[in-house]
């Protein structure tokens, strides 16, 4: 048998002669590294690893530092009553509106309520009284709500903002958008079985629609859960009678929905 080393020098004869002298040379005598110009400077110091906190306990509950304050609590969503939340609008400057009423208007009516009625906002005659619904448009809701055999004092009745717009104007965004946490917790507390949004501000609040009002009718809509039949508010009934016909056939429906 051949000699390992004796073939080993035969192949690199041959790949001297086949013009492989450099391969010869790498592979026969390996190339000492050139020495730097630069002396070589003293290895870095090691780093010493990061501290990290002590893990807890098994079975401790975390807690955040005391000084951390990671969640503010809002007390619109904490309101137990509608008595604490009326006390929360009472004191509420969330948006221009609070600069010229004389007084809020929460809303009124049974906490247990099975239908829930929501309007704009309060008019002149609300301002005066903090009561929702008075004056001529109150008087016509207390009728149409009689004749759906529901008394006034078994219903709820608010509105989206709580406060009169200047001139009986409709409510603008960011007046909505400050104040319809009350509404939405006003809802939540009292539960109803039903919601009457009477108008298309209160339509497209309760719905998060850009719809119009005539597009939004004559359907059952849902707000967590709870029918929303969408009518005419009363005070449009009294400039336009014609929507009277309308509006009995929209809270016909909500009285159907209260019986099922």
């Known amino acids: 048998m051949t000699d390992p080393r004796t073939l080993a020098r035969a192949y690199l004869e041959q790949q001297r002669l086949l013009g492989g002298d450099t391969v010869v040379r790498a592979v026969a005598e390996p190339v000492e590294p050139r020495a730097s110009a630069v002396p070589p400077g003293p290895p870095p110091p090691a780093q010493a690893p990061t501290a990290r906190p002590p893990l807890p306990p098994p079975g401790t509950s975390w807690e955040p530092p005391a000084s951390t304050d990671l969640f503010t609590a809002d007390p619109v969503r904490e309101a137990v ?115 009457l949004a009477m108008g298309g501000t209160a339509a497209q609040t309760m719905l998060n629609s850009k719809q119009s009002l005539g597009a939004m009718r004559n359907q059952v809509h849902r707000f967590r859960g709870i029918p929303v039949i969408v009518t005419y508010h009363p005070a449009a009934l009294l400039r336009n009678p014609n929507w009277k016909k309308p509006t009995w056939d929209d809270v016909r429906i909500a009285r159907r929905l209260l019986d099922d």
């Open 81 to 195: 009553s509608l008595d604490e939340l009326a006390t929360l609008i009472a004191a509420c400057t969330k948006c221009r509106l609070c600069e010229r009423r004389t007084n809020t208007v929460p809303g009124e009516g049974p906490p247990d309520a099975r239908l829930l009625v929501v309007g704009e906002g309060p008019g002149r005659t609300e301002d005066e009284t903090g009561r929702p619904f008075v004056g001529q448009a109150g008087e016509l809701l207390t009728k149409i709500l009689a004749a759906i055999d529901l008394p006034r004092d078994r219903v709820y009745i608010c509105n989206v903002v709580k406060c009169r717009p200047p001139e009986n104007r409709a409510p603008q965004f960011d007046e909505i958008a400050a104040c319809v946490p009350y509404l939405f917790r006003q809802i939540d507390l009292v539960r109803p079985k039903v919601i």
